[in-house]
């Protein structure tokens, strides 16, 4: 990974916005108005990575974490308060229209079509827009075509367009001048099993054909684990972990998950797995819903053996299994759980 | 500036295409704005029914005066500059009110192309079709309801400077709107700033002599309507004030770089919105 070459540099980006504080009320309002006072948030503080071409990376964190800020300062939409992003050499705040020709954009929740056109009209503007010869424009629709299947509504309006098919004809949209970073801003929002399914394979094919390194931004931890080799995660503005997902799985990966049916709802005041093991609440969480009930603990202090037994020998069940800790376990774990265990996790580049 | 003005005619050619798909929208604006000049042009008639002319008097005595024609010649050729403006830049009054405040914006900063022009040419406002073709329409009456030796006064001398200072007199719209609508990057919304400015362009349809000092300063030099109506159709009509030509574009230049800066500067204080 470290021979190849680097697409993408991220180097101490930092953004504050400023926010007027108001008292609440309206004497607050009016005073909000004569003496503003103003916050300053640190909604990205000094972030640094480097995206390797060719690679598909996992960009997460909670709601408020700085994810969009910082893919916006990425995209030259927003400019950062310091620090620099590059691709492929170009600075965004210093020659934003010959480094945005470098990358194509998709906001899941806000289209970049023409509303009222149909959807192949689209494609012609942005022809002309990123000034795509002709046989180049042919190659790649017929490319998009066949990736993302456009051919059933190319000609529709695009306010007549399914969500799923929406979603393929912005992908679509934003790949027609090829570029060399795509970003992806939750693309599988509100979107079926199925359309999902296809939509991430779309990206596969399109990463592992055009070599198109591509930033993913998602809250569904299901596109992370098919797409993604590697993660970055944030949170308040901080990178808290980069690297692959299969190191977070391994060093976190110890939750198991044992759920059951009871024969007796009321049998659950019989167990005590944090007195029993000695859990503290990191590494156990117990989900009750009427009969069914679902444990996460951590296996290297409380054995899966252990706990099985201890429950079989406190209750009834009509029905037990034991799952694997999914990424999404783990990476709830690191969402709530604070700076402490982020801290051995930052690897830096 | 070639590819920019082939971008601009495949917009006006999408937004031709969008109007196929909603007529009866286009044709309710249309009647609309037909019916907003109507009672315009009644009231003025109405004033002048009671009175033979406009007059400007100083301490009692008529200094200079309008017929209702010429008030009419005024008011038809401010339309001309105004609709050509609003039929080709209207997309600005949406960057006050919600490009800049829902995030909109975004999405001409992700395209290689300037994006103040972006703004500009997406949308075509055909409505103003009719604000263009009443000042015409406008023009053509007045001029034919006035004395002969008035009209045979308008000659190619007069004509072809004004029609050379038009696109200046467009520019001073575009420029106060794209000023005024810079104002949202750091302030969200900014629409009623600019519709406050723009207020002031119902001054500028009379003779700007009536008025006192202050306001004729602010509509000629602040907020310079004057210098795209009753200046043009004065000097046109009488060949009164040749200064305002040269003045028009020198104001128009500063106007609009002005109004790049105010743009420039926006950008950089763009927030977005949250997602």
Known sequence: MKNNEIMIQVRDLKKEFKKAVKEPGLKGSFKALFKPKYDVVKAVDGISFDVPKGEIIGFIGPNGAGKSTVIKMLTGILTPTSGTCTIGGKIPTQNRKSYVKEIGVVFGQRTQLWWDLALRETYMVLKEIY?????????????????????????????????????????????????KVLFLDEPTIGLDVVVKDNIRKAIQKINAESGTTVILTTHDLEDIELLCKRIVMIDKGKKVFDGELSELRHRYGQMRELAFELKDAEDISLLEYDKNFNLSADDLSVEVNSAAVKVRFNSDIASVEDMLSYTLSKVHVKDINVKDADIEEIIRRLYIGGGDIYETSVTDI | MRRYLKLHSIFIKQDLKKLMEYKVDFLLGAVGFLMEQAVQIFCLGIIFSTIPALCYTVNGTVVDSWSFHEVLFIYGFSLIPKGIDHLFFDNLWGMGYWIVDKGDFDKYLTRPINSWFYVLCEKFCVDALGEFIVGIALLIYSTLSMPAEVVADINWWRVIPVALVLPFCIMIFTSIKTATAAISFWTKRSGHITHMCYMTNDFAKYPVKIYNTVVKTAITYILPFALTAYYPAIFLLRGESVWSLPVTVLISVVLFGLSQFIWHKGLRAYESAGS
Do not use: C, W
């Open chain 1, 131 to 179: 000034e795509i010869p002709e046989e180049d424009y042919k190659k790649r629709m017929e490319f998009l075509n066949e990736v993302l299947e456009l051919d059933s509504f190319i000609t529709s309006p695009v306010r007549t367009l399914s969500l799923g098919q929406r979603m393929r004809a912005d992908i679509a949209a934003a790949l027609l001048h090829n570029p």
